[in-house]
């Protein structure tokens, strides 16, 4: 899989935020089929940065009713990446 397509896009929350300012963690929507070690060297190649851990979550879709159609949201692969101390990302 190509690192372009491993990383999907960050994630820009109140609890990213936080994460990003207190533990130097950031979360990133990332390919369903995608590994911690394809996550990692994705986030080192594309920003430069010496990744610590990655920590993965797979989230379900949600439930969501159209009428009388009963759908649900796509399922989508979270990752949060801890950086070096001496690393930061700007997303802003």
Not at 7 to 23: C, M, V
Request: charged share 25%; hydrophobic share 40%; no cysteine.
């Amino acid at each position: 899989m190509d690192m372009y397509n491993v990383i999907i896009r960050p994630l820009i929350t109140e609890k990213g935020t936080h994460q990003s300012s207190r533990l130097n963690a950031y979360a990133f929507e990332v390919h369903r089929d995608a590994n911690k070690a394809q996550i990692k060297v994705a986030v080192e190649k594309i920003y430069q940065v010496k990744v610590m851990d990655v920590r993965t979550a797979n989230r379900k879709g949600k439930p969501r009713n159209s009428g009388a159609h009963h759908n649900t949201t796509k399922a989508w692969k979270k990752a949060v990446v801890v950086l070096d101390d001496v690393h930061h990302i700007d997303l802003f």
